[in-house]
């Protein structure tokens, strides 16, 4: 598969090589991917990264998955670009505004809407509770679980 990615700063050449891996602009991303996926943090310069104008940059045939922060995509913007069929179809795994949710989101049949757990497996929770009871004897001057005192 080809990859291109869009990023704050480009990887090193090496790891392009090693991954056939392009990087281009946002808007050449736009208009050439297949499947745009969004990780990035949220920010106020970051909000609403995918609005109107960029949803119309993309093909026909492209998907949009947000698995970063609700408030990068125009949920309203999305809901109307999906309607018009502007694009195929959206992954949305965070939304605009949490906990509530753009109704209108629920009224198109080419969006896949998910809660945020993309955390939740077995290993990766038993995992958090660890680190949670590390800290919490941390915290309790007890030092880290299975350090000699």
Do not use: C, W
């Not at 915290?139 to 880290?144: C, I, S, Y």
Request: net charge negative; no cysteine; proline share 5%.
């Amino acid at each position: 598969m080809q990859v291109i990615y869009h990023n704050r700063s480009r990887v090193a050449p090496e790891i392009e090589a090693e991954l056939n891996a392009e990087y281009v602009s946002k808007q050449d991303l736009l208009r050439r991917a297949d499947h745009v996926v969004l990780v990035l943090p949220y920010t106020n310069e970051n909000h609403h990264t995918i609005g109107a104008a960029e949803l119309a940059l993309m093909k026909p045939t492209a998907t949009l998955t947000n698995i970063a922060r609700g408030g990068i995509v125009d949920n309203a913007a999305l809901v109307e670009a999906l309607r018009a069929k502007q694009i195929a179809a959206a992954g949305l795994d965070v939304f605009e505004g949490e906990p509530n949710l753009n109704p209108d989101l629920l009224t198109v049949p080419n969006v896949v809407l998910t809660p945020h757990i993309a955390s939740a497996t077995e290993a990766t929770r038993r995992a958090m509770a660890n680190l949670a009871a590390d800290n919490l004897i941390a915290g309790l001057g007890e030092g880290p679980r299975g350090s000699a005192a």
